[in-house]
C-alpha cells in the first residue's frame, strides 16, 4: 500500500493519465473530506444538477468520478437510481462509508473511463463526471477514448454533465479563487503551484500540516466542447458557476451539459 505520493526527482514532468493511481492514496482521501465540506458545497450548488437531470426525465444515472460519494448521496436521497464508479479503491470505500452513514447503500464499480464498458454493461439516463476530474486525462487519446465511453453507455437521449476548472483564466491571469464553489472546506489551502500549458500541479495543504499533491491537464473550455461535439454530443451548454450567463473570466468551475439526442432536421421545399 503506498504510504506517501511519488512523483519522483521532477514533479511537474510527470504528466501521465495513470498517475491517478498513485494520487489518491488512502491518506490524501481520509483528508478529502475536509477538503469539499458536503454541507456547503451542497448549500453553494443548490440543486442544479437534480434540476438539470429532471428537466431531461432522467432516472437511472451513472457517477463516473464518485470520489468520496457526495453527488452519488445527494443523488440517491432525491429518488434517482445510481451506479457510482471510481478508478481509486479508497475513493470507492470511502464513499461506501459515507453513504452508510446517511443511511443509504451505494452500488459502486472500479472502472477506468478509457474501458468503462468492459465494467459497466448497461445503459445510462446521464452520466456525471463531476470535481474537476476529467482533467486528470493527459492526453487527446485518452480524452477522445473517455468521451466515446461515455457517449456509448448513454442511452440514445441520453446527457452528460461533465466540469472543469476555469483553467482559461488560470493560463491567462493566473490563480484566483473565490472557494464559493467545489472546495469549501475551512482552513485548507488548495492552489496551483506550477501551471503551463500540459499541466497544472495543484498543492493542498490541510490544518495538520500535511501536504498532497495533484498533477491535472489545463483544460480550456472550448477545447472540452468541442471534444464533445466531435464525438457526437448533439447539444452543448457551458454554465459558469451553476450560471447560464456569466462573466467569461470570473467563475471558478465551468459545468458542460452535453445533449446525446439527435434531432433530424427537416428539409426544406
Known sequence: MTQKQNYGPN??????????????????????????????????EGHFFIDVLRERGAKRILDVATGTGFHSVRLLESGFDVVSADGSQFMLAKAFENARKKD?????????????????HEKFDAIICLGNSFTHLFSE??????????????????VLILDQRNYDSILDQGFSSKHTYYYCGNN???????????????????????VF??????????????LMKEVGFQ??????????????????????VADKKYEVEEEKK
Open 213 to 226: 499533491h495533484l498533477n491535472m491537464y489545463p483544460l480550456r473550455k472550448n477545447y472540452v466542447r468541442n
Open 11 to 44: 514533479p511537474v514532468e510527470v504528466r501521465e493519465t495513470d498517475q491517478y493511481k498513485d494520487e489518491y492514496i488512502e491518506s490524501f482521501v481520509e483528508r478529502w473530506d475536509q477538503l469539499i465540506d458536503w454541507n456547503a458545497r451542497a448549500e453553494s
Open 104 to 120: 443509504k447503500l451505494l452500488h459502486t464499480v472500479r472502472a477506468d473511463w478509457r474501458w468503462l464498458n468492459k465494467d459497466i
Open 235 to 256: 447539444t452543448i451548454t457551458t454554465y459558469g458557476d451553476f450560471q447560464e450567463t456569466y462573466h467569461k473570466d470570473e467563475p471558478d468551475f465551468f459545468v458542460h
Open 141 to 158: 487519446k485518452d480524452r477522445r477514448k473517455t468521451l466515446a465511453e461515455f457517449y456509448a453507455a448513454l442511452k440514445h437521449d441520453g
Open 188 to 210: 485548507i489551502k488548495a492552489e496551483p503551484e506550477h501551471v503551463d500549458d500540459g499541466l497544472a500541479r495543484f498543492r493542498y495543504e490541510f490544518p495538520d500540516k500535511s
